[in-house]
């Protein structure tokens, strides 16, 4: 089952920072260090990332830009690719800065009162207008949906070993559905549903030989960020 964006950006950022903080919201420490979807990080490196990346784009929406935009909500992606040095490094970044908390909870606040003021900066903010975050420049709506897809993916990987953990929002899980296609130039395999495509798509579960046979030329594609 798919779903389709039914929400503007800056309500889709709140759907899917609220469904995130109600998993971090529940967190302890022993669970902080559960292993998660991604390579070599625990829950509290991934909340460190995903901490950055909403204070990325808090100071990036009060950072206008003069030069017209080169970046939209699909080709921001482009630059993203997993096995790169950058990759790497910024795996190594918050695996450090992650285990610097001696106390989960001073981690969890940090993170959860981030988010409310990223949304919160996100409604306030007019779509159109330019912005300027990592050497790009985007509109204020393009930055929005990239961080409400970047969150929903994260979301997946949080919960990997939380079972009981609640899942992504119905927003965010569009609007990772309407990205995957624009990168991949053409609607998912009709059996995908969006937690699977958002997995393969984003090189967290491998393709098998039968979805490779049925995408084609397009399987070679794949991950089409990470």
Known sequence: ???????????????????????VAGLGDDESWLPTGCTGWAVRDLVFHCLQDAQRGLVAL????????????????QDWRPGTA?????????????????????????YLETLAAAAHAAAAARPGLRVATQGHVLTA???????????????????VHLPHAPGPSREGLAAVRATLD??????ALPQWNDLHYARVATGRAALTGAERAALGAAAERFPLFG
């Open 62 to 77: 009060h950072t206008p830009a003069d030069g017209p935009a080169d970046r939209d909500a699909v080709t921001y992606w």
């Open 182 to 187: 624009a990168l991949l130039g053409r609607p």
């Open 141 to 159: 709506g393009d930055l929005i949906t990239t961080l409400a897809v970047e969150a929903t993916v994260h979301h997946l990987d949080l919960t």
């Open 1 to 23: 089952m798919s779903t389709q964006p039914t929400a503007g950006p800056a309500a889709t950022l709140r759907a899917a920072y609220e469904a995130a903080s109600a998993v």
């Open 86 to 110: 950058g990759a790497a490094n910024g795996r190594r970044w918050a695996r450090v800065n992650g285990s610097m908390f001696l106390d989960f909870g001073q981690l969890r606040a940090l």
